[in-house]
């Protein structure tokens, strides 16, 4: 996985990216990544250790319209998946999501892709990325699904941002639509500035 750092503290100025953790997403979903189902325990402890720390913490979702343009029945390459307001675009019930977290939607214009979370808005049309900016964000740690798409994008958008990027590596996973993709996604992250290391470097 190439170089890791030793430890790395949560201090002021981080901030957690939690990305498309939907039941559409995971095992006997529309569009499931294979095993995605596992990272929930360990994505819990990481969203409660930057809970502790009271360190922001963004959750984003797919929520597309029924005749979205990433859909096969309008030329896109994926089945219909996490459209608003359906039970396939609910966060796992298993997955940690604290009082006050701030819910994120991408892609809900049926003319419009959005794979990184940078562009996800909140209720008030903020996208992430005007938060991290008004939130003082220096360091960004990116966790969630799928890691050859939405994660790649996002990671990849915030490096452009200039913001400190990690990705962590337990805790994402990749629907790999041709082998290897997610470790192709994990190179191409590394070479753009981001820092890939585990959940368990975190304190």
Known sequence: MGSREQKVVIQEGDALSVTDMQLDFLP???LAVPGGDRLIPVMNRVIELFQSRK??????R???PRDHISFKERGGPWPPHCVANTPGAAF???LMIPEGTVILSKAD???AEEYSTLYARDAQGNTERDLLERSGTRRLFVV?????????NTVVEACKAGIDTYVLADAVCAVDVNPGDGER???KMRKMGAKLIT?????
């Open 199 to 203: 959940t368990g470097d975190l304190i």
């Open 62 to 64: 797919d929520w597309h």
């Open 144 to 152: 969630g699904l799928a890691t050859d798409y939405c994660v790649l």
């Open 109 to 111: 214009r049926r003319d």
């Open 185 to 187: 996604a994990l190179k």
């Open 92 to 94: 796992h019930p298993d």
């Open 55 to 60: 360190r922001p913490v963004f959750f984003s």
């Open 28 to 30: 006997g979903g529309a």
